[in-house]
């Protein structure tokens, strides 16, 4: 599935945004309690549009499937907000595709390292971030009866992007 998929970079006032902010609020909602739709409230929409931050959704048939954002944290980290995979549509990948997407674009900006937080009700989520080399910034045999946020981060490689040639 994932050859077929667009990656297209959109604003949250994209109508295509639509499942994204349902679901994830729907999510935090059923995990956390009423209190749970302020998580998509607490940024201003700007802090993920370019410069400085950026939404990226999967498509597939132009449909979206899944998506993800960064913000920037500081001057050298992204943060990663907003991960969701479509309920239709779990299991397959997509959330290891958004990731690296939005590794690329954090890096491509300018962006040295990754830092992100996932609640304690989201073990898929941590699952997800250990798999693909984050660093948790918690004891990972704490009593899982603590509610607290599980901080993670990922230093972004130091690799040489390409430059564009000279125009003559």
């Given at each position: 599935?994932?050859?077929l998929?667009?990656?297209?970079?959109?604003?949250l006032?994209?109508?295509?945004t639509?499942?994204?902010?349902?679901?994830?609020?729907?999510e935090y909602v059923?995990r956390?309690?009423?209190?749970?739709h302020q998580?998509?409230?607490?940024f201003p929409?700007s802090?993920f549009?370019?410069?400085?931050?950026v939404l990226?959704?999967?498509?597939?048939?132009?449909?979206?499937?899944a998506?993800?954002?960064?913000?920037?944290?500081?001057?050298r980290?992204?943060?990663?907000?907003?991960?969701?995979t479509?309920?239709?549509?779990?299991?397959?990948g997509?959330?290891?595709?958004?990731l690296?997407?939005?590794?690329?674009a954090a890096?491509?900006a300018?962006?040295?390292?990754?830092?992100?937080?996932?609640?304690?009700?989201?073990?898929e989520?941590?699952?997800l971030?250990?798999?693909?080399g984050?660093t948790?910034l918690?004891?990972?045999?704490r009593d899982?009866?603590v509610?607290?946020p599980l901080?993670?981060e990922?230093?972004?490689?130091?690799r040489?992007?390409p430059r564009?040639?000279?125009t003559?």
């Amino acid at each position: 599935m994932s050859a077929l998929l667009e990656v297209r970079r959109v604003t949250l006032a994209d109508p295509l945004t639509g499942p994204l902010v349902r679901e994830l609020t729907h999510e935090y909602v059923t995990r956390y309690g009423p209190g749970g739709h302020q998580e998509m409230s607490r940024f201003p929409d700007s802090e993920f549009e370019a410069p400085d931050g950026v939404l990226l959704l999967l498509l597939a048939d132009g449909e979206p499937v899944a998506g993800g954002a960064y913000r920037r944290y500081d001057e050298r980290t992204a943060e990663l907000k907003r991960m969701w995979t479509h309920s239709a549509h779990r299991r397959r990948g997509l959330a290891r595709r958004v990731l690296a997407e939005l590794e690329l674009a954090a890096e491509a900006a300018g962006y040295r390292r990754i830092f992100l937080t996932t609640g304690p009700r989201q073990p898929e989520a941590k699952g997800l971030y250990l798999a693909t080399g984050y660093t948790p910034l918690f004891d990972l045999d704490r009593d899982p009866t603590v509610f607290a946020p599980l901080p993670f981060e990922k230093h972004l490689p130091l690799r040489q992007l390409p430059r564009k040639a000279p125009t003559p």
